[in-house]
């Protein structure tokens, strides 16, 4: 009986685990966007809904992005990481993302601000008749502000961009922050001699060094 109940307990904190890294939950962009239920959101999974914010003392330090073939999706983990002694200031959130059929690509600078949050809501299959086949994107939202005591050096900035569905991972470190996000979709890619459709977004992440 001992015996059953220890493996009872295993099977249970098992399930516990796997329910985490395959959180899931409701987003409702906007200004602020905002999660409608208590499930967990980060780390998303693919075709679901994906939220992390920072608090205003925190900047993200980590992405994630785990490409999905069989969705056509990709799995988010955002990272924050707090940043001691500073204090916030004019925290906000940028409007949310055109999707693939109306633009191709955003872009959001920060300026002397950089990233504290991620919203972004998976769209669902929808036929784009200019290309006569159906594509899937996400509707994107970042938070973005300053601390008072953080500036950025924004001579010592460089960009970090992202392969086509793959997964990938954006790390600025301990003393630097993302100040910049340029996004495109992509519908075709080329192997060898041939081009192939592609159902992805590649990114372009500008990493700035600071004061920290």
Same mark, same amino acid.
């Given at each position: 009986? !001992?015996?059953? +109940? %220890?493996?009872?307990? !295993? %099977? ?16 409702? %962009?906007? +200004? ?33 992005? +785990? ?5 056509? @999706? ?15 200031? @004019? ?27 991620? !919203? ?9 008749? !200019? ?68 159902? @992805?977004?590649?990114? +372009? ?8």
């Amino acid at each position: 009986m !001992a015996g059953k +109940t %220890l493996l009872m307990v !295993a %099977l249970t904190v098992m399930l516990q685990e796997f329910s985490v890294v395959l959180g899931d939950c409701k987003v409702e %962009l906007g +200004t602020p966007p905002r999660m409608t239920d208590n499930d967990d959101c980060n780390p998303s999974k693919a075709d679901k809904h994906q939220f992390k914010e920072c608090s205003s003392n925190q900047v993200i330090s980590h992405i994630q992005s +785990t490409w999905k073939s069989g969705n056509k @999706d990709r799995a988010w983990k955002v990272t924050c990481r707090t940043i001691e002694g500073a204090t916030g200031q @004019d925290d906000k959130w940028t409007e949310k993302s055109e999707l693939r059929h109306e633009n191709a690509t955003f872009i959001y600078d920060f300026g002397s601000s950089f990233l504290k949050g991620m !919203a972004s809501v998976h769209t669902g299959r929808k036929w784009v008749r !200019a290309l006569h086949k159906k594509l899937e994107d996400r509707e994107f939202q970042f938070k973005y502000g300053g601390m008072n005591n953080i500036e950025l050096k924004t001579n010592l900035c460089w960009p970090v961009n992202t392969p086509l569905e793959k997964s990938w991972t954006v790390n600025p470190g301990i003393g630097y922050v993302i100040r910049k996000i340029k996004s495109h979709y992509l519908t075709t890619k080329q192997e060898g001699y041939k081009f192939k459709d592609a159902y @992805d977004r590649v990114w +372009t992440f500008t990493i700035c060094s600071t004061n920290e």
